[in-house]
């Protein structure tokens, strides 16, 4: 699990609950809860993020079963209907045990592990954890002390506390707990601090949640209805300053404040963010694939990488079939050419060697778009890639990572052009987890 191309993964809101802060709490109704899910990953969200109990300021506790009858339902459907994974927002070990079996992948707790079987039961399952600063676990700090001191120490004792349970390290996120037990002027400087807080709890993705918070909408005295723009606005900074994930309640907004945020972010930097794809078919192709990203990390910055999807060759049929992700990855090269040779020498590196075209190969790397969406020729290079809209192995892929990115010869998205396309064999084997050393 990773931050999602040209902007972080968005993480979709969806209460199971009566009385969400927000207003947009749908209890039991699954048919709505799974429809409004389904909206939310047309609408960009590369996960969904599910939870039966409020945590505004002064819910009611629910018990188990209450909170297990209104998530499991509309889970199991998710699981089987949506193709982005689903967490169970919950801090009750038998809660988030029910819906790992059920196939939830990713725990969100905003209790800071209270109950310190969360972090065990995740770790049984070789699930992903989110850890929360919620600002009542820990001392307030001193008036003019500095809370993002505060913050980071805290988050670090609950991810030595979840690894210590069994926790991989490396799927530990941290959230620093934006509007949790804070001033408006704590949040505003934790989103402030997004890159600093990155990079001093790094390698752990970090997640922000700034979603209709009070935060957003204190010095205009704001209801959260009416908290759209502000959040709009936390999102493109919190995108920019480097977040992996956000977490929001309106998806199709956010992912498109998001990708300014980022995309300004990346040309900053002066790299251009560009798709790369993968396949292999040779040996153990997974391995090498990994080796791939590896490679692809040290000459650039990888921020996402897609599902691994297993299709049957095309072109050259009495072959075995093909494993491929898309990776996003900002890259310092000048132009296509450039890139692609670049891309020939990582080949090269692995063990590619020549042989016929569309033939069985150890490596395959393949420049697909820029992230912008320009079309570029650079002497024999063209890019979008010329095939492209022809290929659901690399559309399926691609489409994880940016849905509504438009394919400038088509003026059409990837989602619709993957549509077109969904005759072709493609399966999707495991999660965007695949090349991390304990997938």
């Given at each position: 699990?990773?931050a999602?191309?040209?902007?972080?993964?968005?993480?979709?809101?969806?209460?199971?609950?009566?009385?969400?802060?927000?207003?947009?709490?749908?209890?039991?109704?699954?048919?709505?809860i799974?429809?409004?899910g389904?909206?939310q990953?047309?609408?960009?969200?590369?996960?969904?993020?599910?939870?039966?109990?409020?945590?505004?300021?002064g819910?009611?506790?629910?018990?188990e079963?209450?909170?297990?009858?209104?998530?499991?339902?509309?889970?199991?459907?998710?699981?089987?209907?949506?193709?982005?994974?689903?967490?169970?927002?919950?801090?009750?070990?038998?809660?988030?045990d029910?819906?790992?079996?059920?196939?939830?992948?990713?725990?969100?707790?905003?209790?800071?592990?209270?109950?310190?079987?969360?972090a065990e039961?995740t770790?049984?399952?070789?699930?992903?954890?989110v850890?929360?600063?919620?600002g009542?676990?820990?001392?307030?700090?001193e008036?003019?002390?500095?809370?993002v001191?505060?913050?980071?120490?805290?988050?670090?004792r609950l991810?030595?506390a979840?690894?210590?349970?069994?926790?991989?390290?490396?799927?530990?996120v941290v959230?620093?707990?934006?509007?949790?037990?804070?001033?408006?002027?704590?949040?505003l400087?934790?989103?402030?601090?997004?890159?600093e807080?990155?990079e001093?709890?790094?390698?752990?993705?970090?997640?922000?949640g700034?979603?209709?918070?009070?935060?957003?909408?204190?010095?205009?005295?704001?209801?959260p209805?009416?908290?759209?723009?502000?959040?709009?606005?936390?999102?493109?900074i919190?995108?920019y300053?480097?977040?992996?994930?956000?977490?929001?309640?309106?998806?199709?907004?956010?992912?498109r404040?998001?990708?300014?945020?980022?995309?300004?972010?990346?040309?900053?930097?002066?790299?251009?963010?560009?798709y790369?794809?993968?396949?292999?078919?040779?040996g153990?192709?997974?391995?090498?694939?990994r080796?791939?990203?590896?490679?692809l990390?040290?000459?650039?910055?990888?921020?996402?990488?897609s599902?691994?999807?297993e299709?049957?060759?095309?072109?050259?049929?009495?072959q075995p079939?093909f494993?491929?992700a898309v990776?996003?990855?900002e890259?310092?090269?000048?132009?296509?050419?450039?890139?692609?040779s670049?891309?020939?020498?990582?080949?090269?590196q692995?063990?590619?060697?020549?042989?016929?075209?569309?033939?069985?190969?150890?490596?395959?790397?393949?420049?697909?778009?820029?992230?912008?969406?320009?079309?570029?020729?650079d002497g024999?290079?063209?890019?979008?890639h010329?095939?492209?809209?022809?290929?659901?192995?690399?559309?399926?892929?691609?489409?994880?990572?940016?849905?509504?990115?438009v394919?400038?010869?088509?003026?059409?998205?990837?989602?619709e052009?993957?549509t077109?396309?969904a005759?072709?064999?493609?399966?999707?084997v495991?999660?965007?987890?695949?090349?991390?050393?304990?997938?």
């Amino acid at each position: 699990m990773m931050a999602s191309g040209a902007r972080p993964w968005i993480m979709g809101i969806l209460n199971a609950t009566p009385d969400s802060f927000s207003g947009d709490g749908l209890d039991r109704d699954t048919d709505a809860i799974v429809a409004r899910g389904r909206q939310q990953v047309a609408e960009g969200a590369a996960i969904l993020d599910l939870g039966g109990e409020s945590t505004r300021p002064g819910s009611t506790p629910v018990a188990e079963d209450v909170e297990l009858a209104r998530v499991l339902p509309a889970l199991g459907r998710l699981v089987r209907e949506v193709d982005v994974p689903v967490s169970i927002d919950t801090s009750k070990p038998a809660v988030a045990d029910a819906a790992l079996r059920a196939g939830a992948r990713v725990v969100n707790d905003a209790s800071g592990l209270r109950d310190a079987r969360l972090a065990e039961v995740t770790a049984r399952h070789g699930a992903w954890l989110v850890v929360m600063d919620n600002g009542w676990t820990r001392p307030r700090p001193e008036r003019g002390g500095d809370i993002v001191e505060v913050v980071c120490g805290e988050l670090r004792r609950l991810v030595e506390a979840a690894a210590g349970a069994g926790v991989a390290r490396e799927r530990i996120v941290v959230d620093p707990g934006l509007g949790f037990g804070k001033t408006a002027e704590e949040s505003l400087s934790l989103l402030a601090a997004t890159a600093e807080l990155r990079e001093r709890l790094a390698p752990h993705l970090l997640l922000c949640g700034p979603s209709r918070k009070r935060f957003t909408g204190a010095a205009l005295g704001l209801e959260p209805h009416e908290r759209l723009e502000p959040t709009l606005g936390a999102v493109a900074i919190a995108a920019y300053l480097g977040a992996d994930i956000i977490r929001v309640h309106d998806v199709r907004e956010a992912s498109r404040a998001a990708w300014i945020g980022a995309a300004t972010a990346a040309r900053g930097r002066d790299r251009h963010l560009v798709y790369v794809g993968l396949g292999a078919n040779v040996g153990d192709a997974r391995s090498t694939m990994r080796r791939a990203v590896g490679a692809l990390a040290r000459v650039g910055r990888v921020s996402a990488v897609s599902s691994l999807w297993e299709t049957a060759p095309r072109e050259v049929l009495d072959q075995p079939p093909f494993l491929n992700a898309v990776v996003a990855v900002e890259m310092s090269e000048r132009g296509a050419a450039a890139i692609v040779s670049r891309l020939k020498r990582i080949e090269a590196q692995l063990g590619r060697a020549p042989g016929p075209r569309y033939g069985p190969r150890a490596i395959d790397l393949d420049l697909l778009m820029f992230a912008d969406g320009h079309e570029e020729r650079d002497g024999d290079v063209v890019v979008p890639h010329t095939r492209l809209a022809e290929r659901r192995f690399a559309l399926a892929p691609l489409a994880e990572l940016a849905p509504h990115l438009v394919e400038p010869r088509s003026g059409r998205t990837v989602r619709e052009l993957l549509t077109a396309v969904a005759d072709q064999d493609a399966v999707r084997v495991e999660g965007p987890e695949w090349w991390t050393a304990s997938s």
